[in-house]
């Protein structure tokens, strides 16, 4: 049987068809999620800004490698998210700008393989 995985995202996306179950979780269940699945070999960062490594690293001390990789979804996953709040108004600035702490939220979402039928 394989084990549900738990997926870090930087960004609320749908990267394929399915079902996604999304809620907003305090900072503090965020980082001891990410730290349980982290122990446990069971985290896949898709990570792709060092503002949210450094982020992440403050506040757990792991140090995740960035990941500009596209985001892959299986069945049963959760997925992870810190996001900022806000859009940067430029967005040649993304990955210049510098967020403070509390310009972050956070979420947990289930994926679910399956297609609805609109009506």
């Known amino acids: 049987m394989n084990k549900n995985r738990v997926v870090l995202m930087n960004s609320a ?3 394929q068809e399915g ?3 999304i809620y907003r979780i305090p900072q503090e269940e965020f980082f001891n999620r990410l730290k349980k699945a982290y122990e446990e070999d069971n985290l896949h960062s898709y990570i ?3 503002t949210n490594i450094d982020f992440i690293a403050r506040h757990t001390g792991i140090v995740l490698p960035l990941s500009r990789e596209q985001t892959t979804l299986q ?3 959760t997925m992870l998210i810190m996001k900022l709040k806000y859009r940067l108004q430029d967005p040649s600035s993304k990955g210049k700008h510098i967020p403070s702490d509390d310009d972050y939220e ?3 979402a289930l994926y679910k393989e399956g297609i609805f039928k609109f009506a």
């Open 13 to 15: 996306m749908m990267p």
């Open 19 to 21: 079902l996604y179950t």
């Open 48 to 50: 792709g800004y060092p």
């Open 75 to 77: 069945d049963g996953d």
């Open 106 to 108: 956070f979420f947990i």
